[in-house]
T-cell receptor
Framework: DAGITQSPRHKVTETGTPVTLRCHQT?????MYWYRQDPGHGLRLIHY???????DKGEVSDGYSVSRSKTEDFLLTLESATSSQTSVYFC?????????FGSGTQLSVL | AQSVTQPDIHITVSEGASLELRCNYS??????LFWYVQSPGQGLQLLLK??????LVQGIKGFEAEFKRSQSSFNLRKPSVHWSDAAEYFC????????????FGAGTILRVKS
């Protein structure tokens, strides 16, 4: 399996609080992605990165920001969490065409 | 806009029966096509991929898929389903022109009855 670690695995937070999810890779891959998974929607791209300090928005980026200061780490931040951001968040990495996924973070915003 | 359609939300098949999961895509570039499988509470595992060449591709766990450009389809098949195949299956499409970002279908939940 590709070396991807997501933390935390589970998080419960309150509306209005900031939340940061971390994705760490040991594969030295250039591309990293954050997706959210919701029933009936499959996986939707939030943000992605194509190198250190190089990021861009996906289709559902509102309310999220990202940072990538090192090749191995890609952080997803919810500046002020809302209930609509309750979801499972997956990080993925890619050195080419294939994506490899982490185990996911279950986030509940109450 | 790029999109992937998986018409069947749920499919139930008997163990030992054949399986076909449908996937149609709309994409503005030469696509790469993928099938992923997700067991409950787990991440996504790549079953197979199509980049170019032979339009019938073989994957892990006895799965195969056929790319039909004229129908914009990439259907997943398995000749004999096992109870352990029960999971959710996702079709995805990407392209180098779009930074290898994948667009996913909504998924098909496969139930296997004994």
């Amino acid at each position: 399996d590709a070396g991807i670690t997501q933390s935390p695995r589970h998080k419960v937070t309150e509306t209005g609080t900031p939340v940061t999810l971390r994705c760490h890779q040991t594969e030295n891959h250039r591309y990293m992605y954050w997706y959210r998974q919701d029933p009936g929607h499959g996986l939707r791209l939030i943000h992605y990165s194509y190198g250190v300090k190089d990021t861009d928005k996906g289709e559902v980026s509102d309310g999220y920001s990202v940072s990538r200061s090192k090749t191995e780490d890609f952080l997803l931040t919810l500046e002020s969490a809302t209930s609509s951001q309750t979801s499972v968040y997956f990080c993925a990495i890619s050195g080419g065409e294939k994506l490899f996924f982490g185990s996911g973070t279950q986030l509940s915003v109450l | 806009a790029q999109s992937v359609t998986q018409p069947d939300i749920h499919i139930t098949v008997s163990e030992g029966a054949s399986l076909e999961l449908r996937c149609n895509y709309s994409y503005g570039a030469t696509p790469y096509l993928f099938w992923y499988v997700q067991s409950p509470g787990q991440g996504l595992q790549l079953l197979l991929k199509y980049f170019s060449g032979d339009t019938l591709v073989q994957g892990i766990k006895g799965f195969e898929a056929e790319f039909k450009r004229s129908q914009s389809s990439f259907n997943l098949r398995k000749p004999s389903v096992h109870w352990s195949d029960a999971a959710e299956y996702f079709c995805a499409v990407g392209a180098k022109e779009y930074g290898n970002k994948l667009v996913f279908g909504a998924g098909t939940i496969l139930r296997v009855k004994s």
